[in-house]
């Protein structure tokens, strides 16, 4: 019963692809994010929806598009992948109330050759 | 802008040693806090939170941490590292507000030898 689950759990495409992250939570939590590791562990915030609501859109090149089809989903699409997209992608999840613990799926691991 | 400074990016301690990881925090406002560990290719697993009440928060795996408001810090320790302790180890910060994101420090790689 994965709380939090990603998939695919390895990605690996060339250079110009169009690729897929999909993200499913269980919990019954109405806020989902996407968070970006780097090859330094360093981990910042991409996006987030509430009830399928965008709430929190960082500054990312504009080929990332999540899509939130219910608020237990929350899908990440990558147009022209580049070498710099490199990095895991954590999808995580929480209830929006000011005390919120957001829990984490395992990650997907994504190499751009 | 809130931001978390974690000092020292290698921790190397001995089984049985205590273990002590350093998070500092920038903010007017005291925010949330939080630390969570990784483990290689996994994904974060909550440690401990601090959000209001009692400035020592007890977490899992025998972890502890002190909010310290005067010095701004959230340092994470524990009494007796095991080798099952080796792993990443982040400190977070989020404004106490729905809906905002975790801001990570840059993490903390902890080694125990035998």
């Known amino acids: 019963d994965t709380a939090v689950s990603q998939t695919p759990k390895y990605l690996v495409t060339q250079m110009g692809n169009d690729k897929s992250i999909k993200c499913e939570q269980n919990?019954?939590?109405?806020?989902m994010y996407w968070y970006k590791q780097d090859s330094k562990k360093f981990l910042k915030i991409m996006f987030s929806?509430?009830?399928?609501?965008?709430?929190i859109n960082e500054t990312v090149p504009n080929r990332f598009s999540p899509k939130s089809p219910d608020k237990a989903h929350l899908n990440l699409h990558i147009n022209s992948l580049e070498l710099g997209d490199s990095a895991v992608y954590f999808c995580?999840?929480?209830?929006?109330?000011?005390?919120?613990?957001?829990?984490f799926g395992p990650g997907t691991r994504l190499l751009v050759l | 802008a809130q931001s978390v400074t974690q000092l020292g990016s290698h921790v190397s301690v001995s089984e049985g040693a205590l273990v002590l990881l350093r998070c500092n925090y920038s903010?007017?406002?005291?925010?949330?806090l939080f630390w969570y560990v990784q483990y290689p290719n996994q994904g974060l697993q909550l440690l401990l939170k601090?959000?209001?009440?009692?400035?020592l928060v007890k977490g899992i795996n025998g972890f502890e941490a002190e909010f310290k408001k005067s010095e701004t810090s959230f340092h994470l320790t524990k009494p007796s590292a095991h080798m099952s302790d080796a792993a990443e180890y982040f400190c977070?910060?989020?404004?106490?507000?729905?809906?905002?994101?975790?801001?990570f420090g840059k993490g903390t790689t902890l080694s125990v030898s035998s």
């Open positions: 919990l019954g939590h109405d806020t």
């Open positions: 929806y509430n009830n399928k609501e965008l709430i």
């Open positions: 977070a910060v989020r404004p106490n507000q729905a809906g905002t994101a975790l801001i």
């Open positions: 903010s007017s406002v005291p925010p949330y």
């Open positions: 601090y959000t209001t009440g009692a400035t």
């Open positions: 995580a999840s929480s209830q929006l109330t000011s005390d919120e613990t957001q829990y």
